[in-house]
């Protein structure tokens, strides 16, 4: 059977299940993110055994594992509404607790395949990923993670005055009230450094800025290539990152073949990592350098699935299944 680690409302999810279910195929939901309200779970350790079951299906009935994410913690589901003082720690405690129980679904799987490994996914960070894809002959742009304003504004200076800083995690979305807010790459100029009282600052990810002729999302499932030409560079609102959606003009997306030299490079950067399969972005510049950026193996498919007709949740499907033979 095979099992599927996500979370509740992810179209993704949903798509490559209605295939899963077309096929005829035994599989098991479990939102993550909804273990706290209406999922059973217990895992019995004695010197025996160590069996894990959820909504009463025992570990032992899977052998294969789809980790497509990771959920997000919700401490309003333990916590009582109060002003308590100690409210902010025991949220910080019960997200430990909830990660901590995250980590025991690998040990207690045993005798698996994974689609997307859980321990290639939290041992993977932007630092390893740019060591290991320029390793594997990717070309990647000039880093530097730094905490210091002279240091940063000397590397900037080398870079003709202009780069990029971008989050060294994952970017996270903030609500507040009715809006939200995203931690996302901006450009960065000599101007900021200006402007800047303080000299040092929490370390930060700069890299030079890349000008750009289009970014390019692959999505990489079992050593195939799918890959999509984002024509970004042509609206300002979307120039530096294309994930600042322009919704009532959206950029235009198309189909794109890789290099023959690139797909053979990818492919020794995501068997180095751990991953078979992840969302791959990188960019073609103006003077033909086809850079990496990053790999989110968590990544959503279907923006480029869609648009370029590569039907990737059947495929993901038929992937699943044919690991259970």
């Known amino acids: 059977m095979i099992l599927i680690l996500t979370t509740h409302g992810d179209h993704s999810t949903d798509q490559t299940i209605d295939w ?29 055994q160590d069996e894990f079951t959820i909504n009463n299906k025992s570990s032992k009935d899977f052998t294969v594992i789809w980790f497509r994410k990771s959920g997000v913690f919700r401490s309003s589901y333990l916590m009582l509404k109060s002003k308590s003082i ?54 990647i ?18 870079l003709n005055g202009k780069s990029i800083i971008k989050p060294l995690a994952e970017s996270e979305i903030f609500n507040a009230g009715d809006a ?25 990810l700069i890299q030079e800025y890349l000008d750009k002729d289009i970014e390019l999302r692959i999505f990489f499932l079992d050593g195939d290539c799918y890959a999509m030409a984002i024509f970004s560079q042509l609206d300002n609102q979307t120039k530096i990152d294309y994930r600042n959606y322009n919704f009532d003009k959206p950029n235009r997306y198309v189909p794109y073949a890789l290099p023959t030299t690139v797909i053979e490079n990818l492919k020794c950067f995501m068997r180095d990592v751990g991953l078979n399969t992840g969302s791959i972005d990188m960019i073609k510049t103006k003077c033909g350098r086809m850079v990496f950026l990053e790999v989110n193996p968590k990544g959503q498919y279907d923006m480029l699935s869609n648009p370029c ?9 038929k992937s699943l299944i044919n690991k259970l033979n």
């Not at 450009?187 to 040092?200: C, D």
Request: charged share 25%; aromatic share 12%.
């Open 20 to 48: 899963l279910t077309h096929y005829k195929a035994k599989y098991q939901r479990i939102n993550i993110n909804d273990l706290l309200v209406d999922q059973t779970i217990s895992y019995k350790i004695d010197s025996t």
């Open 141 to 158: 742009p000039k880093s530097l993670i730094t905490n210091d304003k002279n240091c940063a504004a000397e590397f900037v200076k080398k």
């Open 180 to 204: 939200k807010y995203s931690i996302s790459p901006k450009l960065l100029t000599q101007i900021f450094f200006k402007a800047l009282k303080t000299k040092k600052f929490l370390p930060s």
């Open 86 to 139: 100690l409210k902010d720690q025991l949220s910080s405690f019960l997200s430990f607790e909830y990660a901590a129980f995250v980590q025991s679904l690998k040990i207690s799987f045993k005798n698996v395949t994974w689609l997307c490994d859980i321990e290639s996914v939290e041992a993977l960070d932007k630092t390893k990923q740019l060591i290991l894809a320029s390793k594997a002959g990717l070309d």
């Open 309 to 317: 007709n590569y039907f990737l949740e059947e495929k993901i499907a």
